[in-house]
T-cell receptor, first 114, second 108 residues
Framework: GAGVSQSPSNKVTEKGKDVELRCDPI?????LYWYRQSLGQGLEFLIY????????KSGLPSDRFSAERTGGSVSTLTIQRTQQEDSAVYLC????????????FGPGTRLTVT | AQRVTQPEKLLSVFKGAPVELKCNYS??????LFWYVQYSRQRLQLLLR??SRESIKGFTADLNKGETSFHLKKPFAQEEDSAMYYC??????????FGTGTRLTVIP
């Protein structure tokens, strides 16, 4: 593909429901990052993958958040029992090697919890 | 603790005027700083990094460790510079801390 893709582009869900957000990185990119951008906030680091492993989960805001990556490619961010404060744009980025600075970002998924 | 501060949420300048987007950081280690830009309906992308000491699209940014600043500057703003700009600090190997962003509007 031409770049990082994310799906869905928009998701509206009811409070308490679980949601899954998907990220398809650029083929061959070993590093993958998830960020969250809440209204009026900067981009907040959530989790980093190198291959299929997640050496840095320090940014996950609570145990309702989890992520996995399979085959060194697609990643899924899961939010269980969504809360209104989870409403945000969730961005995924991938890069060839360790280090996020040269990452390519996806278009984001806008999550709205009602 | 690390922190990136962009004090201006909104900044408007006239075309041809100089522009400076402010960024201050707080970090106990050796900082590596970046500017990212997001144009309307486009994806976030890297604009420049301090270690490269380069000028991209006429923009430059100098790391001032004494003032803990990494302000983004351009001598003559263009309409196409209108965008959201984020300053970011790399801590460790993998964690980019972003500021809250400044929306630059260049008035024709």
């Amino acid at each position: 593909g031409a770049g990082v893709s994310q799906s869905p582009s928009n998701k509206v869900t009811e409070k308490g429901k679980d949601v899954e957000l998907r990220c398809d990185p650029i083929s061959g990119h070993t590093a993958l990052y998830w960020y969250r951008q809440s209204l009026g906030q900067g981009l907040e680091f959530l989790i980093y993958f190198q291959g299929n492993s997640a050496p840095d989960k320090s940014g996950l805001p609570s145990d309702r958040f989890s992520a996995e990556r399979t085959g060194g490619s697609v990643s899924t961010l899961t939010i269980q029992r969504t809360q209104q404060e989870d409403s945000a744009v969730y961005l995924c980025a991938s890069s060839l090697a360790m280090g996020p600075a040269g990452s390519y970002f996806g278009p984001g998924t806008r999550l709205t919890v009602t | 603790a690390q922190r990136v501060t962009q004090p201006e949420k909104l900044l408007s300048v006239f075309k041809g005027a100089p522009v400076e987007l402010k960024c201050n950081y707080s970090y106990s280690g050796s900082p590596e700083l970046f500017w990212y830009v997001q144009y309307s309906r486009q994806r976030l992308q890297l604009l420049l990094r301090h270690i490269s000491r380069e000028s991209i699209k006429g923009f430059t940014a100098d790391l001032n460790k004494g003032e803990t600043s990494f302000h983004l500057k351009k001598p003559f703003a263009q309409e196409e510079d209108s965008a959201m700009y984020y300053c970011a600090l790399l801590t460790g190997a993998n964690n980019l801390f972003f500021g809250t962003g400044t929306r630059l509007t260049v008035i024709p």
